[in-house]
């Protein structure tokens, strides 16, 4: 609600906006001639030390409280304060006979006021949508959980942020060979290290694989001689075979560039299919693709 609240004040600054350019442009086109005196210049300067004053204390506020709102508010005092700067220019400018400077400063008042509301709106919409994740975000918790003992990869790293709420999910691979108690204290280990660095309860997600496999090994070799290069492809991960009387099946997960659409993603998958059934004719090859702003 709060950021629904601060949008509402940008729809406001944007119609005051426009209101502020109708009068502007019927006052350049017939300008009225108006000699103010110096002391209400006087009197309107003291308003706008006063408006600067209350602008500054909401904006300390704001920043000690973290509030959309507060600031959008402490952005409606700095509109105040500028605009009541420019009628004082305008009133001087009065005195000297430029009686349409009043309407010209009036239409800069308003383009500040529309401008100011977009920038509130922008930074609103961010925060209801969540961002995604910057690289930075992403390579720190990635850092953090590789470090663990025991952790062979780290894939489908999520971070979202609704308002100041922050939800991480990862992906974590454990040896297969490890035993299932052994596989939760890592798990819980994730937990606890992201928990203490981001103050987040995050979701871990354990994936088996065996890095002692040697068709495991060679496939990933595979992998990485002929995929790591392309740009299309930034991770695999989860890699496994399995091997039956029936069925000889290479499985593993790509993570695909933010760039790529729905039909090159597919393509792409095609090719590394084509290029692992070339390699290893006796395997079928499956492909799981992960979802988009997983790193
Ligand atoms: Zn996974």
Redesign the pocket.
């Known amino acids: 609600t709060e950021y629904i609240a601060t949008l509402i004040i940008a729809v406001l600054l944007c119609v005051a906006g426009i209101e502020i350019i109708e009068s502007a442009v019927s006052r350049i086109i017939s300008p009225s001639a108006i000699y103010p005196e110096w002391w209400m210049i006087a009197v309107i300067g003291c308003t706008i030390l006063l408006k600067e004053v209350t602008a500054r204390y909401a904006e300390f506020l704001s920043a000690r409280i973290a509030s959309g709102t507060l600031h959008a508010d402490a952005w409606h005092h700095r509109v105040d304060a500028i605009s009541s700067f420019m009628v004082i220019v305008a009133m001087i400018a009065g005195r000297f006979g430029y009686h349409q400077a009043d309407g010209w400063v009036g239409l800069g008042v308003a383009l500040f006021i529309i401008w100011t509301g977009i920038q509130i709106s922008k930074s609103a919409i961010d925060d209801l949508i969540g961002k995604p994740p910057s690289s930075e975000e992403v390579e720190d918790v990635r850092g953090i959980v590789q470090k663990i003992d025991g952790i062979l990869g780290v894939?489908?790293i999520s971070i979202h942020r609704y308002g100041r709420e922050r939800f991480v999910s990862i992906?974590i691979e454990i040896n297969a060979s490890e035993t299932q108690g052994r596989a939760h204290d890592i798990a819980e280990e994730v937990e606890t290290a992201l928990s203490q660095a981001y103050n987040v309860e995050p979701t871990v997600?354990i994936?088996p694989v065996q890095p002692e496999n040697p068709m495991v090994q060679k496939v990933g070799s595979f992998l990485d001689v002929t995929w790591s290069k392309d740009e299309r492809i930034t991770n695999w991960?989860?890699l496994r075979v399995i091997e039956t009387e029936k069925h000889n099946v290479i499985l593993f997960?790509v993570n695909t560039s933010a760039s790529l659409n729905q039909s090159g993603t597919i393509a792409c998958c095609r090719e590394i299919e084509d290029s692992l059934a070339n390699e290893f004719p006796s395997y079928e090859v499956e492909i799981k693709i992960s979802p988009l702003y997983r790193f």
């Open positions: 894939h489908d992906h997600h994936d991960h989860d997960g």
